[in-house]
């Protein structure tokens, strides 16, 4: 997970060191070349419904989360957006709040999910104007708040919320993409395992979209890079090549119907792809926070809803 300020080159340094902290995932420090490695064969991961991998735990951490570099410091913001590249009205509206994603649910309100940096878990809260007001903790399989589980990746599959996200983050031997759905947005039930992130590395923050010919693409975040992967279903996904352009991206459909990728470095940076292999570079979305902070992560195009969030420093 993930979907971590006086000077810049410090706070860059701090969020490359924290690459594994999914409560701000791993901000890439330099903006390399955009060249896309050799894909790989991947690994086929099938839906495993009972998978322990998956199996919701009661939430055993307590008290605020004191890393300075991680969700207790930072903020989530909300801006607008008519093209997904120019932003205006960026308003902080929730502290000690992480790896913020949204989505339109399919009664009109606009659910924005993010990790507790006070009381840890995925929260769930309700954007309206300029603010955001907090439901409470997600529930997974009958668990309220359970634990291990960030990165949230919220996206509408008909008129249910279906959310892909890390489990086991407290536990590294036993990561995984998992994906669950919800008729409410807050109640969520397990589908499956989406990829099984053993031996894979540090990998954190899914994002999820569906393509025009019925398929699906998943980004991931690799360190400083991102991790593709592809599925026929939108359950279980084939993880193929890497791209060096940054890490914790955001995969959204752009105005035209292209691909737009945005990923971490040096700021929220924006790629499309008519193909979902070759990318263009667009442009640089985000480079500082509405309080000035140069920590800015973890972006969310919200579709439907002219709204884009992210996330940023205190």
């Given at each position: ?219 991931l975040s690799a360190g400083q890079q991102t991790m593709i ?37 040096q700021g929220i940076v924006a790629y499309r792809s008519s ?40």
């Amino acid at each position: 997970m993930s979907r971590r300020e006086s000077r810049r080159d410090d706070v860059l340094v701090a969020c490359v060191a924290m690459l594994a902290v999914a409560c701000g995932g791993s901000k890439a420090a330099t903006a390399p070349s955009p060249v896309a490695s050799t894909p790989g064969p991947g690994t086929p991961v099938g839906i495993v419904s009972a998978s322990s991998l998956c199996t919701a735990r009661p939430n055993t951490m307590t008290g605020p989360a004191t890393d300075p570099n991680g969700p207790a410091f930072h903020q989530v913001v909300v801006a607008r957006t008519t093209d997904g590249l120019t932003l205006t009205d960026a308003t902080i509206v929730q502290s000690a709040a992480s790896v913020p994603d949204g989505v339109r649910a399919a009664d009109g309100r606009t659910l924005v999910y993010y990790v507790n940096g006070l009381q840890h878990g995925i929260w769930v809260g309700v954007v309206s104007g300029a603010s955001l007001a907090p439901i409470g903790p997600i529930t997974i399989d009958g668990v309220r708040d359970p634990g291990g589980v960030v990165d949230p990746d919220a996206y509408r599959v008909g008129d249910r919320v279906r959310l892909a996200y890390l489990a086991g983050f407290t536990t590294a031997s036993e990561r995984a993409i998992c994906i669950a759905e919800s008729d409410d947005g807050v109640t969520f039930r397990t589908l499956g395992l989406a990829v099984d992130l053993r031996g894979l590395g540090t990998v954190t923050d899914p994002s999820v979209v569906r393509l025009g010919d019925g398929t699906w693409l998943m980004a991931l975040s690799a360190g400083q890079q991102t991790m593709i992967a592809r599925s026929v279903d939108g359950l279980a996904f084939t993880t193929g090549e890497r791209l060096t352009y940054g890490g914790v991206p955001e995969v959204a459909i752009a105005p035209d119907g292209a691909v737009r990728l945005y990923v971490c470095a040096q700021g929220i940076v924006a790629y499309r792809s008519s193909d979902t292999f070759t990318w263009t570079r667009e442009q640089t979305v985000v480079t500082r926070g509405p309080n000035g902070s140069m920590l800015v992560c973890d972006p969310s195009l919200v579709s439907g809803t002219g709204t884009f969030v992210y996330k940023t420093g205190t």
